[in-house]
Structure formats: structure tokens, C-alpha cells
């Protein structure tokens, strides 16, 4: 069942935060769907506008309909990531979509409220829900690379100003991560407080936290053995979900595991099966070995076993 993030939001809130998994392609909705259903999560689907370039953008909503089907316990909302204004257009306009990114960030604030205000109330005559962006993260994210340094954190009375103004339904908060598999340099840091500021100065109001990938070192490990050379990578520490969730995120990011959970499952068979050009097999380990991963994500986040409780929430 398709629901808005509002609709998880309001569940979740102050309790746990919303698994939000970036797909490509069937094997990894397939793990997606899969691992929440044995963890008994709701989770959000993110599509990112590299995710729809991909193959077809009408390929990824159709895999996702179909995984809806073969799985039909989910609860889930499908969400385009990081949209720009006109992508969250044809994703409002899709009538597939339940809740689009407007990412604004890098704009000048009055800016970023002007855009988002206009996607929310395209967004919100269709019932569909708005997130947004007040401040930057480093890292790569699509066609926009914020160089270190650059990287903003989020004002929280901007944040409140910001809220007020564009009505949107959850912000993206810039506090400390970033993007992709090199997060930090030596020590990691979440800036926690900024996130209680911005939690007291708006109570209730929903949060979302980027790059939340945890880059787990024994994966990166094994990718190194099998060919790889990723050096000096590191994410966030899982064990900050829980404490980030208890103010006020309900909305959790991670794509760049589920790419390392690909990447070693793929480099170890084809090390291992040296004389092998069939796809399927290494396919279908992938897709076992991702539902494990969500689950323990799902786990750790707060959200596993809450399905039956929201399903009731929502009368369903
Ligand atoms: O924030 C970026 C997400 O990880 C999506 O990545 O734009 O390469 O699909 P992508
Ligand atoms: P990671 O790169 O940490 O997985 O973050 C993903 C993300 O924020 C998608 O919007
Ligand atoms: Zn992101």
C-alpha cells in the first residue's frame, strides 16, 4: 500500500525514523520490499532523478508496481529524490509519486522558499507530500558537488522562518554528514546540537537526515579483497539513529550501503567464479544479502515491527 511520508511521519514521530532506500532496478526493489516485509518495517522507496535517467523513468515506477503486488503487507511511499523544480512537477503530475524533494539548498534562502513554496502547493492540491532542504551537505549529489568546506549547517531559526513560509511536510537538516562513503576524516561527528535547536524551535515538525549511510568497514574490506580500492572511507555511526530519531528525525537516507552491499556480493562471485558470465546467480545473492541488510537497518532504526500498529493507525 502506497501512503504519503506524512502519513509515516505521524506514526514515527519521536518514536523511530523511516528507513528512505534509494532503487535502480528490480534486484534491489526486490531486496528492498523483501527485507522490510521480514523485518515488518514501513519503509520510503527514493528515486533520484540519476535513478530515472537510468533506464526509463517509466522502467523503475512499473518494477515498483509490480513489487507492490508481489508484496502486498507493504506500506511504503514512493519519493523522488533530491528533485529539482521541474522534475517534482512530473512526479506530481505522474500520479504515481507520493511525495517529492524540492532540493533548493544551494540557492539564497528567499529563493529556496520561493521554489519550494510553489512545489508544495502543486504538491499539496494532490495530496502529495513536500520535503525541502534548509542548509547544505558536502559530498556529491547528482549534477551538484559541494567542495569540504562549503558545507552549510542548518540555521535553526532560518528553519522555523523557512517551515512557516513554505508549508512544506518535513526538512532535510544539513548536521554534519554527507553524502556518499567518505563522510569524515578521523573522528565522526553529528552535530546533535543544532538538531535539538531546530527540534525546540519547531516541536512536532518532522526531520530528515542525508547521508546516513553507515559504510560498514568489514564490507569495505571485502570489496578490497576482492579487487576493490576504496581507502579512507567511513559513514555514520548506526548507533546515532535511534538518539537522532528521539529529536525529531523520522526520515533516515541511505543509499551508498546498499551500492557496497552490490559491489561486494559482485566483485567476491566473479573472483570466485572466474569462468562465469551469468548474471543471475551473483543477482540473486545480491537480492538476499540486501534484505538482510535493510532488515538490520530497519532494525536499528526503530522501524522494524511497527507495520500492524501503523497499519492500524491508519484504519487499513
Ligand atoms: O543523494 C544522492 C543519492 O545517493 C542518489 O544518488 O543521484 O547517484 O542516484 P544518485
Ligand atoms: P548516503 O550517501 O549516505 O547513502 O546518503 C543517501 C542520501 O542522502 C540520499 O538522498
Ligand atoms: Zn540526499
Redesign the pocket.
Known sequence: MIVTTAQLFKHAYGKYAVGAY?INNAEQAMGLFKGCIQSQAPFII?ISKGARKYTDKRMLEAIIRSAGEIFPEAIFAVHL??GDEQTCYECIDSGFFSSVMIDASHESFDQNVAISKRVVDRAHAKGISVEAELGMLGGVEEDIKVEEGHAMLTNPEEAKDFVAKTGCDSLACAIG?S??AFKFKGKQSLHFDVLEKIKALLPGFPLVM????SVPQDEVARINAAGGKIAGSM?VDVNEYLPAAKRGVTKV?????GRLVWTRVHREYFRDNPGDFDFRPAGKIFIEEYAKFIASRNVLLGSANQLADLRKSLGK
Open positions: 534509494n527514493q529524490d533530491h554528514t553524502h556518499g542525508h547521508g546516513s549511510s559513514g537516507n541511505i543509499d551508498t550501503d
